[in-house]
């Protein structure tokens, strides 16, 4: 960071439209849209990924919950690292780390080192994801912080939806291991921007002791459950071993909560879970990103290896959700400021688990058919329609009910447990539901599919019924004074002004 940096950062901030300001934007966008990128792209070169690598159903499972088991559970401490070492700097790490775990994946020889890098990747992306929009917070002028926020949801979010179709030609253009190469070049262009233009920033109040037992018990507990839903349904894995992973996992669980408990400085506090509405909207967060992990990790294998689709046509089949989101979430957000949460926190799972039960009947196809327009049109689009319905209903006015739970002083801990609850919803949902389905058995996906869509469409209609029943109307009118942040974004101390959430949110 140039001494300019930190003369614009001790004035108070830069103003918006002046080449500072563009170069904030510029770092804090690209990296973050790097990272969420790579969390949408990845589902897509999956099958491709198991014929290079002679990886079964486990393995894609390892490949896309790598990344998700130590983003979820080091989210948290990262930002706090950042507040405390500098924002700038965490960043800047965090796309480094990024850049040489991605360059990891690419030359991947085998599944074990391509887990391994995904595993690094998500502790890059637990580092930078916190500090962009921190960045941003502490970057601009307070006026501007809102409309610099819109910029950076509105932007990332284009990068996220693009991510499948972009990731889809990619592997039918060359190779899957160009969506991990083609990270590189953008790490290098941010770290140039952040080193010559940045401004650093840090809390001066923050804490000195972190609580990093709290982030190695969380990774341990969520690496100890996720080994064994996924290799319970591996015939060559011991019953004794996934029994020992299951028991170490709620050890490694249960102790993390006892550590937070007695941390002076918890990662999670969990005095925050005594609100009762906080609770029961976190309660309804996981079973909606529970329901859309497993949702669209299948949906693109289905559609390739069952459907015939190329990856390119896979990755666009989702997208017609992100453009109904970016397009209704806004006005979603605003309907609930006058009518409050419940009626589309009820109604918005209850679409998208009718989207789930239309893409339960698709089945199997004819043998010797192949994918057309018009089976999209007529099996696939429907149910896709109705699920970007349902969370274009839903995903506003759930993060801003968490936020407006949730004392003040308390919105950017709100932020980051809605967060970090959403993706371990995911990753427990990726590794849970095509073993209950019988995906990583004998049936295969083909087999499988429709079960799996009908455990999600439960999983939906059990959000709902949570909604509908335990979210209770505040005594006075709702009052969302503070603007909603899409729950894929990093925790922050406010979220002012930001825009509705992208379709990558739910795929993160």
Request: net charge neutral; glycine share 14%.
């Amino acid at each position: 960071m140039g001494k300019a940096g930190a003369g614009r950062a001790e004035a108070g901030g830069v103003a918006w439209g002046t080449p500072a300001a563009r170069w904030i934007l510029a770092a804090t966008i690209l990296g973050s849209g790097m990272a969420f990128l790579d969390s949408t792209v990845v589902n897509v070169a999956l099958p491709d990924i198991a014929a290079d690598l002679d990886a079964g159903m486990s393995g894609l499972q390892w490949t896309a919950n790598g990344y998700m088991i130590t983003l979820s559970a080091l989210i948290l401490l990262s930002g706090s690292l950042g507040d405390r070492f500098g924002r700038v700097r965490l960043f800047s790490l965090g796309v480094a780390w990024f850049a040489v775990a991605s360059a990891l994946c690419t030359a991947a020889p085998d599944l074990s080192w391509l887990v391994a890098g995904r595993v690094l990747q998500g502790v890059g992306g637990a580092m930078l994801t916190p500090g962009s929009l921190a960045i941003i917070q502490a970057g601009f002028r307070r006026e501007d912080r809102a409309r610099a926020i819109g910029a950076w949801s509105g932007l990332t979010g284009v990068a996220a939806a693009v991510g499948p179709f972009v990731g889809g030609w990619l592997v039918d253009a060359g190779s899957w291991r160009l969506i991990f190469l083609i990270n590189l070049p953008l790490a290098v262009v941010v770290l140039v921007i952040a080193w010559r233009f940045l401004p650093e920033s840090r809390d001066e109040a923050a804490p000195e002791r972190l609580d990093y037992p709290g982030a190695v018990l969380g990774v341990a507990g969520l690496a100890g459950i996720t080994y064994a839903l996924i290799e319970s349904g591996a015939a060559e894995v011991p019953v004794a071993a996934v029994a020992a992973s299951a028991v170490v996992g709620a050890a490694a669980l249960a102790a993390f909560l006892g550590a937070e408990l007695r941390s002076a400085h918890p990662m999670l506090p969990l005095g925050i879970f005594s609100s009762v509405r906080f609770s029961v909207t976190n309660a309804v967060t996981v079973l909606v990103y529970g329901t859309l992990g497993p949702l669209f990790f299948l949906l693109v294998i289905y559609l390739q290896e069952v459907r015939a689709y190329s990856a390119v046509a896979a990755g666009a089949s989702a997208l017609p959700i992100t453009v109904l989101m970016l397009l209704l979430s806004g006005r979603s957000g605003k309907l609930a400021e006058r009518i409050g949460p419940r009626p589309q926190l009820t109604v918005g799972p209850l679409l998208v688990a009718a989207g789930v039960l239309v893409l339960a009947r698709l089945g199997e196809p004819e043998p010797g058919s192949t994918a057309t327009l018009a089976d999209y049109a007529t099996g696939v689009l429907p149910g896709v329609l109705l699920i970007g319905l349902g969370l274009s209903a839903a995903v506003a006015p759930l993060t801003a009910t968490v936020l407006a739970a949730a004392p003040e002083r308390h919105a950017g801990v709100a932020s980051g447990v809605n967060n970090t609850l959403a993706r371990g919803a995911q990753l427990i949902g990726v590794a849970a539901v095509p073993v209950l389905a019988g995906v990583t058995g004998g049936r295969g996906i083909a087999g499988g599919f429709g079960s799996a869509m009908l455990i999600l469409a439960g999983l939906s209609v059990l959000a709902a019924l949570f909604s509908l029943l335990l979210l209770r109307p505040k005594p006075q009118a709702p009052a969302f004074e503070r603007s909603f942040c899409d729950v894929s974004g990093p925790p922050m101390s406010r979220c002012p002004g930001s825009t509705a959430g992208s379709g990558s949110s739910a795929r993160g």
